[in-house]
């Protein structure tokens, strides 16, 4: 059985290993994307402060383990705009339907607080390019301002 629930400081070093496992799998362990990013060693921490912000953890009930995580907090500089953030599950919990879950939290959670949703990915992510795809994103041309994933090649917006 897996659940949802807002991060806790317990489940830090379990997010930071699963994000950072996804990228490097992905020849993505590189400056300019997640798997550098500052708060990783903190993520419940840094939620926690993040006007607007909110990071889930999957748990898989059975082993009380974290399987994945999703997260939604301001695009600075671009008022009424947030960003998916941090979307990753372990090989085993993908499949289920779980990304499209979380998506959908993501999107019911940011509707209280911004108009779009902005989203950063990468063409070596092909099935999280069909996720956001189907769910209604536009595919921009270059990235917003602001945005600290420069890396990464695809971005995406939606009107929530």
Known sequence: MLKI???QPSDNQAIKKIIQDCLRDVQLNIPGTAYFDPQLDSLAEYYEKLPHGIYWVV???TNK???GGCGV???PG???VCELQ????KPEARGHGLAKTLLQKSITFAQESYQKMYVVTDTKLAVANILYQHAGFTKLAKPLAGDEHLACDTQYIKSI
């Open 73 to 75: 907090g301001p695009v």
């Open 86 to 89: 941090k979307l990753y599950l």
């Open 78 to 80: 671009q008022p009424g």
């Open 5 to 7: 629930r807002k991060i």
């Open 65 to 67: 383990e974290v399987v």
């Open 59 to 61: 748990i898989d009930d």
